[in-house]
């Protein structure tokens, strides 16, 4: 097990008119290698969430485990859980700043006082795993069109080499094909390095096609914890928190209604698609009998 | 932690003080902060306290919320003292360590500095909280309206100071967000000597510059796109009319300077 | 009568290296011809890049056109006399709420336009009413637009517009920065000045399923109109919108390849209600056969 959060709680400015309890007594296990849909609309607690995964936030109450260890006790290495634990903030281009983009990717691992050429090779590697041609390893970093520059962002983690991967909103403010570019990247680097990605998103239709587990927060709370398909039978609660099902979900419950018994639980077009069809060669193979 | 600086932001409560006329607030404060200068005594310094603790009260602003603007110039505040305690000289010596001494002279002045540093500071942040910044930039435009005679870009300068303000607490929100963005590819800002902290601060401060840049060009686009062209030809919305309340406000106001004045002269120093 | 006129507009900019030599010329917009009309719906669609950022700063007359004519309302925008007028008569919301609110009152930001008009005090008040009310947000006159949502941000932006009474309101990518719930407040505040106030709107967008309530949707790509019709025309070519980096919403795009694998469903399926429908169809069709 990788992380862990006990009963963590927490409250923003206490003891102040502006007291709220953003966290309520979370316990959550997040194993190796899930990838994972963190999903819930602005103020649900998503983002203080994921800021106590690599402990950048620290619980009023309850403990996170990384590892087995509590990553807030006296003497626990925060720089190490940080290069473990990697967090991409929303619009991460944000904080891009030095001259080239190869200098750029090479902040964190320089952080981590490896050797150069150890700095080197990692920001290599994490350009090429982002899709970043060399050809614009020297170039401004501040040159580069909004998708590129998202990516030398999330590079820039990457070259840290981070057991979990957090990404806040990887797809905010990007056209469609941008999009399906990040989120495609992000599973190819899921699967082939094998490392935990928990995607924070608000969109359910977005995340449904890649992750193998959701996990939709409400109000400091978790609503539903597992498997889309799962998650999604909840699709009328779901809406009810401000969120929904992706619309083939709705689609497929309405033709059921209409009395054309498709299965309820696709979540992809493609699998909704698939299920549409076979109905149709069904009847059309009575009616020709 | 950055959250905290409050120093420049609007409190809205509705009372009597927000709803003066941002001139009289603006030459009130100033006469608050020469009258600061008017006395050397512990009668003043309570006149003072107590007037600035009334309009607290009378603007509804809850206390602890002005008391901790205080945070962001705590170290200011502390340099100042300490540098008075310690390095005033006087006769009536009260504790020697090695070369330091602290004399009753140095510690009565660090007192009344550090004191009159904070009544200062409050006072004039009151200002802020009790008014919004387009009052502000009104009231500042009208006071200074006859400096446009000789060519000084009034409303333009004053304009410039209510943006300033508007965005304080989104470049604050920014800022924090960088340095956690920053601390998550591994950035260090708390260890290491005065050069090294410094030079952490360039992963902030660049993308800030950025920001801040892209902002300013944003709003400049979206003030033209609402017509923004200068002062000329502006009608106001709300525009400034001296009123019952603002007179009486003056009263009180001339009440306050002549006790303070008449606290120094008839009372004895203490 | 003729909102917005363009006719082979050309923009052009030329990139310089150091010594000012011509390095590149870009053309970011390449012949484009629109035409609104007073009280359409009009989205431009594109992915980032596409020029329709371009094409709404024209209208506002912050860009000049290099080649071409643009009329707005009757207003040459070269006409540097008419320059005023023209900003007052097509209104624009930019994408980031935080970047185009001036003042730290709801109402005082919503006052800005009519001041710099030099409309009179309380013809002011009575505008900034209309328009809080207009969008919803009438209640939040008094607050400060930091402690407000993004949607509600923007909806305030978007009353400071409809306070300088334009005819016409242009909108860039004003939901790109925002949440789902967000987005639909925003997309509803806008049909609802449509209908209920007349105002000609020109949406730009890259969210499919926020223009299936247009009149018209243009279609643009490296600075040309590449395709335009009705949300319906354009919607059933889904391959061709693919090609320009765009997608369509689920439902339609579930129709389109069902229709693709044989069952008889109609083009440009836009939302659940209908593809229902055609569903039934395609059921009563084939037992009645």
């Known amino acids: 097990m990788a992380l862990l959060l006990d009963k963590v709680s927490y409250i923003y400015g206490g003891g102040t008119a502006y007291e709220k309890q953003a966290l309520k007594n979370i316990t959550l296990d997040i194993p190796d290698g899930q990838f994972i849909g963190l999903i819930g609309h602005t103020g649900s607690g998503k983002s203080t969430l994921i800021q106590h995964l690599n402990g950048l936030m620290k619980p009023t109450s309850g403990t996170v485990y990384f590892n087995g260890a509590d990553m807030n006790a006296e003497g626990f290495q925060k720089k190490e859980l940080r290069s473990k634990v990697g967090l991409v903030f929303q619009y991460p281009e944000h904080q891009l700043f030095e001259t080239t983009v190869l200098k750029d990717v090479q902040f964190g691992p320089k952080n981590l006082n490896l050797p150069q050429l150890e700095v080197e090779l990692r920001a290599y590697d994490a350009l090429k795993m982002v899709g970043i041609s060399e050809d614009l390893y020297d170039a401004s970093p501040f040159e580069l069109s909004g998708g590129q520059k998202r990516r030398v962002a999330i590079a820039g983690v990457l070259a840290m080499k981070p057991d979990v991967l957090i990404l806040d909103e990887p797809t905010a403010g990007l056209d469609p094909m941008g999009r399906d570019e990040i989120l495609d990247q992000i599973e190819k680097i899921h699967k082939e390095r094998k490392i935990t990605v928990i995607l924070v998103s608000h969109s359910m239709e977005d995340v449904a096609k890649y992750v193998d587990r959701i996990i939709v927060m409400n109000k400091g709370g978790i609503a539903f914890d597992g498997a889309p398909k799962k998650v999604f039978t909840h699709y009328k609660e779901l809406e009810q928190i401000g969120l929904a099902a992706p619309s083939v979900t709705y689609v497929m419950h309405d033709l059921n209604q209409m009395r054309i018994p498709v299965a309820t639980d696709a979540t992809t077009v493609e699998e909704a698609k698939q299920e549409i069809l076979d109905w149709w060669r069904n009847v059309r193979e009575r009616i020709i009998r | 932690m950055i959250r905290d600086i409050t120093i420049g932001q609007y409190y809205p409560s509705g009372s009597i003080i927000h709803r003066l006329d941002p001139r009289i607030k603006l030459i009130g404060t100033i006469v608050y902060i020469v009258s600061m200068f008017l006395f050397d005594t512990f009668w003043g310094y309570l006149v003072t306290g107590l007037f600035l603790f009334g309009i607290i009260k009378a603007s509804k602003v809850p206390l602890k919320y002005i008391v901790k603007g205080l945070k962001s110039v705590i170290i200011l505040l502390l340099f100042t003292v300490s540098f008075n305690l310690f390095l005033t000289p006087g006769e009536h010596e009260l504790v020697r360590i090695g070369f330091i001494k602290i004399t009753a002279e140095g510690l009565r002045f660090a007192v009344y500095m550090g004191l009159r540093l904070v009544l200062l500071i409050l006072g004039s942040s009151l200002m802020t909280f009790t008014t919004t910044p387009n009052e502000l930039t009104d009231g500042i435009e009208r006071l200074l309206g006859f400096l446009k005679v000789i060519h000084v870009p009034v409303h333009e300068v004053a304009m410039m100071m209510s943006i300033a303000l508007r965005f304080i607490p989104i470049l604050l929100e920014e800022t924090d967000k960088i340095m956690k963005a920053q601390q998550a590819r591994g950035a260090d800002f708390e260890t290491g000597n005065l050069i090294r902290r410094a030079k952490a601060m360039v992963p902030i401060l660049v993308p800030l510059f950025i920001s801040a840049f892209r902002r300013a060009g944003d709003l400049a686009m979206a003030m033209e796109a609402r017509c923004y062209r200068g002062g000329k030809g502006r009608t106001k919305m709300k525009p400034l009319k001296y009123k019952g309340k603002d007179m009486m406000a003056f009263c009180v106001l001339a009440v306050y300077i002549l006790a303070i004045l008449g606290v120094d002269r008839y009372f004895p120093m203490i | ?289």
Not at chain 3, 29 to 52: C, P, Q, R, W, Y
Not at chain 3, 121 to 135: D, F
Not at chain 3, 203 to 232: C, F, N, W
């Open chain 3, 1 to 289: 009568m003729r909102m917005i006129d363009a006719k082979k507009l050309v923009f052009e900019y030329i990139r310089r290296d150091e010594e000012g030599n011509v390095e590149a010329i870009n053309r970011a917009l390449d012949e484009v011809t629109l035409d609104v009309m007073e009280g359409d719906f009009v989205a431009i669609l594109g992915h980032n890049g596409s020029g329709k950022s371009t094409m709404a700063k024209h209208i506002n007359a912050i860009l000049m056109p290099s080649e071409g004519t643009l009329y707005v309302n009757g207003y040459d925008t070269k006409d540097e006399e008419k320059i005023w007028d023209i900003r007052q008569s097509a209104g624009m919301v930019f994408q980031n709420p935080d970047n185009q609110i001036i003042a730290t009152v709801v109402e005082e930001d919503v006052g800005f336009g009519p001041e710099n008009l030099g409309v009179p005090t309380e013809e002011i008040w009575k505008r900034v009413e209309e328009s809080l009310k207009a969008v919803g947000m009438y209640e939040y006159r008094s607050h400060s637009p930091n402690k407000l949502s993004g949607g509600q941000k923007q909806r305030v932006a978007i009353a400071g517009i409809m306070a300088m009474r334009p005819k016409c309101i242009i909108l860039d990518e004003p939901t790109a920065m925002l949440d789902p719930n967000g987005r639909k407040e925003v997309i509803r505040t806008i049909r609802e000045l449509n209908k209920k106030e007349k105002v000609t709107v020109l949406l730009i967008t890259h969210y499919m399923d926020e223009v299936i309530h247009a009149d018209k949707v243009l279609v643009m790509d490296s600075g040309k109109v590449v395709m335009q019709g009705t949300p319906r025309e354009i919607f059933s070519q889904v391959d061709k919108l693919k090609k320009y980096r765009l997608d369509v919403p689920q439902v339609t795009e579930l129709a389109y390849e069902l229709k693709k694998q044989g069952m008889p469903l109609p083009d440009g399926i836009l939302t659940r209600d209908e593809f229902v429908e055609a569903m039934m169809e395609v059921r009563n069709g084939a037992f009645t056969r």
